[in-house]
């Protein structure tokens, strides 16, 4: 049974770290003076309580939707990926995110924003009190190189809190260790900061987690997020060097199914880089300690709640042309796959699957669809009676945070199915291949690409044909190699599509389409083919504003002014 570094903490730390919400006001709160704190036993709790915010949650598991780690709801929702699903009126302010009007407001950003810096405030507590500890405060030091490492593994943390919120608000206020009771704005470049963390965090970690914590990090955590940090600065040359050192200590992509990045019982398995560990059951463990931020995304008729539904335009996306390859130009929305979605009658009784469509088999394991073998033990997809409502979301489900059928007793929380002990990849080994191929692309290495996006395509054609009622093929699934890449539009194109059918679906694509600088293009697009089906999508403009959210109204309103609210909001 694999074991966690994250444990309850004792009440004491609860009263200082968790309960002070206000962190960007001007006179400092929650000061760290207990005499208790400052001890090895301390610091190493400081530093688990630093771990535990990466699952988003502080205490209980409904409301954790926004800072869900997986990032589905800023991630893929705010992308041409998901619909919110359920129905119309559940969580209305997320109808807002998937249709880029939020207000300052929306209870999902405030959600993202307090436990982001819930965490950052741990990470600086822990740096805090290490650096008391080892000035003589304490009765007992670490040796040098364990508070090196707690220090490396504290400034990893906060790096990752950080860059989900600028991802997300792009102005955010810096506050470090070292932050005193000066007016904190949120004026500052907060990169440099995310940058020097993460290097020193690669300088001081090991390469190997201790025996039996597998929730920690270590060197190569910190040189791939390093790399895609700089890969989100447009510094391809050295996010290159960074991603393809990852790729060389790393057995090869291929020998790695693709299935097992989602399966419990296979988590923490050699293409997971860095994971969030999550744990249920009764031994105490619970259920805050699971997967809380997607609890609301599954199969209506499996779990709660309905919510997250692949789009049309995702669907179609995973179709292939005659070669194997994707259409890169956008014509997969000609004649689009809609299962049987405006059916009636006959029809819909009588639907059959299109066994000939050319698809990428990576559809199956994206995307539950009528009539497909969906995960082990439930069967064919049934349809609408899997689903809240299909008129608000369309006819597809999601598959990836699902556990198979026979998993649900060991793996969901006791009396909550819905909360589950999957780990939450944040990067996986298939990511750093398609960043390192973009990166290879912007430094004219077109050969390097093609190799590096190739091995993600065999890999994917390895993938075990999914089937039909009565054993048959659901589809004629088809991957082949690109067998050239003749320009730098064409190889950016292909690497483009790549991330999205590779890793639709978990959390990355809104935040690729802004950074690459076609966000306002593609979701446009998107919503006038996808409002063809959804009336409540169509006609929908994005704005200079829309890279980005407002930041939360009640931190505005608490700094007294110092926050500045994003331009056009």
């Not at 002070?20 to 006001?25: E, G, N, P």
């Not at 006959?346 to 066994?355: I, R």
């Not at 996006?453 to 065999?458: D, E, G, Q, S, T």
Request: net charge neutral; proline share 5%.
């Amino acid at each position: 049974m694999k074991k966690y570094i994250y444990i309850s903490l004792i009440a004491v730390l609860c009263t200082v770290l968790s309960c002070k919400k206000d962190f960007i006001q001007r006179n400092p709160q929650g000061e760290l003076i207990t005499e208790n704190l400052v001890s090895q036993d301390g610091v190493e709790a400081l530093l688990t309580g630093a771990y535990g915010l990466l699952n988003g949650n502080v205490n209980g598991t409904w409301g954790n939707y926004g800072a869900a780690p997986s990032q589905w709801l800023f991630g893929e929702v705010a992308s041409d990926n998901a619909h919110k699903g359920s129905s119309n009126g559940d969580q209305p302010n997320m109808n807002l995110i998937e249709q880029h009007s939020p207000t300052s407001t929306n209870d999902n950003l405030a959600n993202l924003w307090d436990r982001c810096f819930e965490g950052i405030q741990r990470c600086n507590n822990t740096i805090r009190v290490l650096s008391s500890l080892q000035a003589g405060q304490g009765s007992v030091k670490f040796d040098d190189t364990r508070a090196t490492q707690i220090q490396a593994e504290a400034r990893l943390l906060r790096a990752h809190y950080y860059f989900f919120l600028v991802r997300v608000f792009k102005s955010v206020p810096l506050i470090t260790e070292t932050t005193t009771d000066a007016a904190v704005d949120n004026t500052p470049d907060i990169y440099p900061t995310i940058v020097a963390d993460l290097t020193y965090s690669l300088a001081n970690l090991p390469t190997a987690k201790p025996k039996g914590q597998v929730g920690r990090v270590d060197k190569y955590i910190a040189q791939a997020y390093l790399g895609k940090v700089l890969l989100y600065q447009k510094k391809y040359a050295e996010a290159y060097t960074q991603l393809n050192a990852v790729i060389g200590a790393k057995a090869d992509l291929v020998t790695m199914p693709f299935a097992d990045n989602f399966d419990i019982e296979k988590e923490n398995g050699p293409e997971s880089i860095f994971a969030v560990q999550h744990a249920v059951g009764a031994d105490g463990t619970g259920g805050d300690n699971g997967n809380v931020g997607d609890m609301l995304n599954f199969p209506y008729a499996v779990a709660c709640c309905g919510f997250y539904q692949p789009t049309i335009d995702l669907a179609n996306a995973f179709k292939v042309d005659a070669a194997g390859l994707p259409y890169l130009d956008g014509s997969y929305r000609t004649n689009p796959y809609v299962v049987d979605l405006g059916l009636s009658g006959a029809a819909k009784t009588n639907y059959t699957v299109p066994t000939t469509l050319a698809l990428d088999p990576r559809i199956d394991y994206t995307m539950g669809r009528r009539g497909v073998d969906y995960r082990k033990g439930y069967g064919p997809m049934p349809g609408d009676a899997w689903i809240r409502d299909v008129g608000n979301a369309g006819p597809f489900v999601v598959v990836k945070n699902v556990l198979d059928q026979t998993q649900i007793t060991a793996g969901t929380a006791p009396g909550l199915t819905n909360v589950t002990g999957l780990n939450v990849n944040l990067i996986r080994l298939s990511d750093i291949y398609l960043m390192a191929a973009e990166c290879a692309v912007e430094t004219g290495n077109l050969p390097r690409a093609l190799e590096l996006v190739n091995k993600v395509r065999a890999r994917a054609a390895l993938l075990p044909p999914k089937t039909v009622a009565g054993g048959g093929v659901a589809a004629a699934y088809k991957v082949s190699p690109y067998p050239a890449f003749p320009s730098p539009d064409y190889a950016r194109n292909a690497v483009r599509m790549e991330r999205r059918l590779e890793l639709a679906m978990e959390g990355h694509r809104f935040f690729d389409l802004v950074r690459w600088g076609i966000a306002k293009q593609t979701l446009e697009s998107y919503f006038n083919f996808e409002g063809g089906y959804f009336s409540y999508l169509k006609g929908i403009s994005i704005e200079a504003r829309d890279d980005y959210f407002p930041l939360p109204q009640d931190q505005i309103d608490r700094s007294k002014g110092v926050l500045k609210q994003s331009p056009g909001y």
